[in-house]
């Protein structure tokens, strides 16, 4: 049964998570935490039915083993065996009738409750469970998973600090990596549906008698018919396409004995900076930068240093910004610790009703929800706050950023974004006017002009995982709870950089929680740093 209901979930997976989208759980652990207290209800429930469930089995039980008893020790002919069967089929009957009958009537009032209860409130759907397999296999390409501990539970994380491990509660089926495996294989990925498979045999010998979620008659052609395929594509076409991946090296042992797959040529990485990259080439570099890897030079991280500046603004004399320098081309600093612990909380609890489906700009100039943005965000603008603290933020951007940021057209709103299962935004600008604009806000968006600047405070620690990452400059910014990420998307003739193209790393365990404030370039002639050339670059604050 479990086979065929995979099976049939995983024939409509890249339908179902490539295609049209509703509000979905897996993007965002601020919606998975709610529903953890939405299940615990259902839970509550079933424990009360299985309570009633109990009591009732037992009669039922006490009445078998005296039927089982009399059998198989005594005669019929016996006065008190003659007397406990007639009692047994009059006044004990009626007892396990009564009970089996309230029992029934139990279970469908279980039903009609949890029903009910499911009814009135969003819980996850099948696209759901296709999006948390789909952020299992990124998770596992992109930070190059131990995959005989991932289906164990067992990782470890990337990042600035020591080195920590987590381990979850349960672990991962034969079924499930079976499943997973799935998945990898309709994406493509054929390397990673190898080890899925193999994940799942060996997982299959692990499960107890009895207990075994799929069997090696199963998972055994899958993997055969997976090895073939993935050794013949990368023959005739190579290790990496728009559809395909594979590993640089042939599984079967004779056809990677062939010259072009020994050490000498196969290709050796190294890094491309501050120049146009192919696809592969950015993904390659995303995916380092998102494990930890230094891409630049000793000599290009030379000059880079901390500094103390009020950046000319009287809010900041008494508490300077306090900013470490994490690239000269293009600026990218770290503004250390900006934004209170009780400013983060409030951005939390104003954004957390509002949470919807995050949308990214399509080249139509709409905006659409895909797998290339798995978060949920809210906008709130200043005005939507009774507190007052979005508009003391707001000011504290424009001292710290020396920018305009006082109203709609010089500044957005606050966007906060939530991460959730492998949650990351793929390699993209702020900037996005190279073209006239085009779409519904294309008027809108002519008068106010480009994202000169993208100032995004982070308002939660990640355990592992979730940096902000810059292939073309080399740069990994890590989340520090507090702290703001601040650069320059245009040069001082108002021309995009694309050195500042960048991506959200998929968060591998905990939750990472931002908000942007993109401030827009007419509205800055006054304000705006001059440089001495057109393509100069602002190196403030």
Partial sequence: MWSALYG???????????????????????????????????????????EEAYHSLETVRSYVTSFREMRAGSSIHHPVEAFLMLRRLTVDWDIVEDDLRRQANQTQETLRSIGGFRADRPFPEVDDLHGAAVALIRLQDTYQLNMTQLPRGHIASFGPEPAAEFQSAQELTARDCLFIGRHAFSRGLYDAAIEWFEAALWRTEEEPEGAVTATRDEIEPLL????????????????????WRTNPVPIDRRLAEQERYQPPRLAVFRPRLHQPQAEAEEEEHYQRLCRGERLRSPEEEADLSCHLTSNGSPLLLLSPLRVEVLSRQPYIVMLHQLVTETEVSQ???????????????????????????????????????????LARVTRRVAASSGLKCDNDMAAEAFQVANYGIGGLYVTHTDHHMAEVPRGPH???????????????????????????????????????RGSVAFWWNLNAAGKGDDDTRHAACPVLHGSKWVSNKWIHYNEQFRTKPCGLTPDAIHQTP
Wanted: proline share 6%.
């Fill in 8 to 50: 049939a979930l995983v024939v409509a997976a890249v339908t179902a998570v490539c295609g049209g989208y509703s509000e979905d759980f897996f993007s965002s652990t601020s919606r998975l935490e709610q529903l953890v207290g939405q299940e615990e209800v259902v839970v509550d429930k079933l424990e009360r039915y299985l």
């Fill in 442 to 480: 294309a008027h809108w968006e002519t008068m106010i002009g480009d994202r000169l600047a993208t100032w995004m405070v982070y308002l939660s620690d990640v355990p592992a995982g979730g940096a902000t990452v810059f292939p073309r400059a080399g740069v990994t910014v890590w989340p520090e």
């Fill in 347 to 389: 951005f939390q609890e104003l954004a957390g009703p509002r949470l919807a489906t995050s949308r990214h700009r399509h080249p139509d100039g709409e905006f659409v929800a895909s797998m290339s943005r798995i978060s949920k965000n809210a906008w709130i603008p200043d005005d939507e706050d009774p507190t007052g603290m």
């Fill in 224 to 243: 055969t018919s997976t090895i073939k395929l993935h050794d013949s594509v990368l023959e005739e076409q190579g290790p990496r396409g728009e559809d």
